[in-house]
């Protein structure tokens, strides 16, 4: 009797019988394919996009006009950047590099520009920072690639995770915006935020799975804002004001 599959069983790249109930493949569109055969061109968008979005940064936090560290009151433009780029990529390892390369570009261009443009910024914080860009991006690139993943709990998580952290950011500033009058950030800076949290939304399949991605957030709250805690008493320790 013969073994070979039916043409209703999907396969798996591996050969691996997925079962009927499985959802479909998400095929690589013909960018995403340009990009698989030239990651060099991969990493030098990486690098472009990230520099870009470190520098804007620095305009932004330059709309408050109590002029708080926009690293540490919005992260719509070191958080979506690493995502998208791990979303274009076809292999797992050129998401987690282009994140990485992203997140890590942007937080070298934020501390170029702000050297130029800003004179209070402490340098001292960078030493925080540029790990965590090294290590931040990656993750969010690999949880950009997981977009596309065949796995509904996969894909779930891969936008929980950043619409959490967006998320419990934007909730900072607001809670920050409210103690000070109104004036701490600049609505620009939230609405950015929002914008670049609609539009990881938006690249997740399936209604049913945004919604899942907004519950995964959610519940990710409490251990990102106690991780954000964390970070914010390291930066306060590496910046040698205690």
Not at 195 to 202: E, K, Q, S
């Amino acid at each position: 009797m013969s073994t070979d599959p039916t043409p209703s069983t999907p396969m798996s790249p591996t050969g691996r019988n997925l079962g009927r109930n499985s959802p479909p493949a998400d095929p690589p569109s013909a960018v995403r394919l340009f990009l698989d055969r030239r990651p060099a061109l991969l990493l030098a968008l990486s690098a472009a996009v990230g520099l870009a979005c470190g520098a804007l940064a620095v305009l932004v936090d330059g709309l408050s006009s109590d002029g708080l560290p926009f690293l540490e009151w919005s992260v719509g433009l070191y958080v979506a950047p690493p995502v998208l780029l791990g979303w274009s990529a076809v292999r797992p390892w050129a998401a987690t590099a282009a994140g990485s390369l992203a997140y890590l570009s942007a937080v070298l261009a934020h501390l170029a520009t702000a050297h130029l443009t800003v004179d209070d910024y402490n340098l001292l914080e960078y030493r925080v920072w540029v790990p965590l860009g090294f290590a931040m991006g990656a993750l969010l690139g690999f949880a950009g690639n997981g977009f596309h993943s065949r796995s509904t709990t996969v894909r779930v998580f891969a936008a929980g995770l950043p619409l959490g952290l967006l998320a419990v950011f934007l909730w900072v500033s607001v809670q920050a915006q409210a103690d000070s009058g109104g004036t701490a950030v600049h609505p620009g800076a939230l609405l950015l935020d929002g914008i670049l949290a609609l539009g990881l939304l938006a690249l997740c399949r399936g209604w049913a799975t945004r919604f899942k991605a907004l519950l995964c957030a959610a519940a990710l709250g409490l251990p990102l804002a106690f991780g954000q805690f964390c970070l914010f008493v390291l930066v306060w320790w590496a910046s040698g004001d205690h």
